[in-house]
């Protein structure tokens, strides 16, 4: 689903496109294509235009994850449930690789375009790192020991934001820095935006109440649900 942004009246959600258990969402403006996974057995990388025309199956994929896209080098980075593993495949399907294997879930993944670095989340350590593209020299930004409960990165400039329980901290991309609290909330919170704007920095912060447990019940092993709060990146 989506809706207009910014909107100072009331906010009307609309059906961009239905599909199959959507999980994980990412916006290509330069070519207005939506692109998403489907948290199935049987799932997929789909695409399909802003308006929701043109589905298209890019990959095949047994329940896929996250999704980042690399725009300028046309390669999709994902994960899946079934593989700890850094995955990525051209926009057209082809040339799927291993990036690197792992020994923990990817929940999230960003693209950092200036290092030239691809960074995760790992669901099931709390660990942050960080890869060049081509699968070398990998780093880990901060070892947070907070299993299950870290959610959602983002890149703004030299730092990177997650989400962890209740909170959205910030720490700097050299390692062994110390992460920094920079908002509370009284509920879990599930997603965290960055974004610059006529010169200024803004984080919009996404959130979901509990009531989103409510959807996992038969799947309390696997990661909770975040594709609404994604819909900031659309």
Same mark, same amino acid.
């Given at each position: 689903?989506?809706?207009?942004?910014?909107?100072?009246?009331?906010?009307?959600?609309? !059906? $961009?496109?239905? /599909?199959?258990?959507?999980?994980?969402?990412?916006?290509?403006?330069?070519?207005?294509?939506? &692109?998403? +996974? @489907?948290?199935?057995?049987?799932?997929?990388?789909?695409?399909?235009?802003?308006?929701?025309?043109?589905?298209?199956? !890019? $990959?095949?994929? /047994?329940?896929?994850?996250?999704?980042?896209?690399?725009?300028?080098?046309?390669?999709?980075? &994902?994960? +899946? @449930?079934?593989?700890?593993?850094?995955?990525?495949?051209?926009?057209?399907?082809?040339?799927?690789?291993?990036?690197?294997?792992?020994?923990?879930?990817?929940?999230?993944?960003?693209?950092?375009?200036?290092?030239?670095?691809?960074?995760?989340?790992?669901?099931?350590?709390?660990?942050?790192?960080?890869?060049?593209?081509?699968?070398?020299?990998?780093?880990?930004?901060?070892?947070?020991?907070?299993?299950?409960?870290?959610?959602?990165?983002?890149?703004?400039?030299?730092?990177?934001?997650?989400?962890?329980?209740?909170?959205?901290?910030?720490?700097?991309?050299?390692?062994?820095?110390?992460?920094?609290?920079?908002?509370?909330?009284?509920?879990?919170?599930?997603?965290?935006?960055?974004?610059?704007?006529?010169?200024?920095?803004?984080?919009?912060?996404?959130?979901?109440?509990?009531?989103?447990?409510?959807?996992?019940?038969?799947?309390?092993?696997?990661?909770?649900?975040?594709?609404?709060?994604?819909?900031?990146?659309?």
């Amino acid at each position: 689903m989506g809706f207009l942004y910014p909107n100072d009246l009331t906010v009307n959600f609309e !059906i $961009v496109v239905s /599909t199959n258990r959507p999980y994980y969402v990412a916006f290509d403006s330069e070519n207005s294509h939506l &692109y998403w +996974t @489907e948290l199935n057995t049987l799932g997929n990388i789909r695409r399909c235009n802003s308006d929701g025309s043109d589905v298209t199956t !890019i $990959v095949n994929e /047994t329940l896929p994850i996250a999704l980042t896209l690399d725009t300028h080098n046309r390669w999709i980075y &994902y994960s +899946t @449930e079934t593989s700890d593993a850094l995955l990525r495949v051209r926009f057209d399907g082809k040339e799927k690789q291993v990036v690197i294997n792992l020994t923990s879930r990817l929940i999230d993944i960003q693209i950092d375009l200036v290092d030239k670095r691809v960074y995760w989340m790992e669901y099931d350590t709390g660990d942050l790192k960080s890869v060049m593209y081509n699968g070398s020299d990998v780093k880990t930004v901060v070892s947070t020991n907070v299993k299950i409960d870290n959610r959602e990165i983002d890149i703004g400039g030299d730092y990177v934001f997650y989400t962890s329980s209740n909170e959205i901290l910030k720490v700097h991309k050299s390692s062994g820095q110390i992460p920094a609290v920079v908002h509370t909330e009284t509920i879990l919170i599930y997603g965290v935006l960055f974004y610059k704007q006529e010169g200024k920095n803004i984080s919009l912060i996404k959130q979901i109440h509990f009531i989103m447990e409510l959807l996992l019940n038969s799947y309390h092993h696997r990661p909770r649900h975040n594709f609404i709060t994604n819909l900031a990146k659309f």
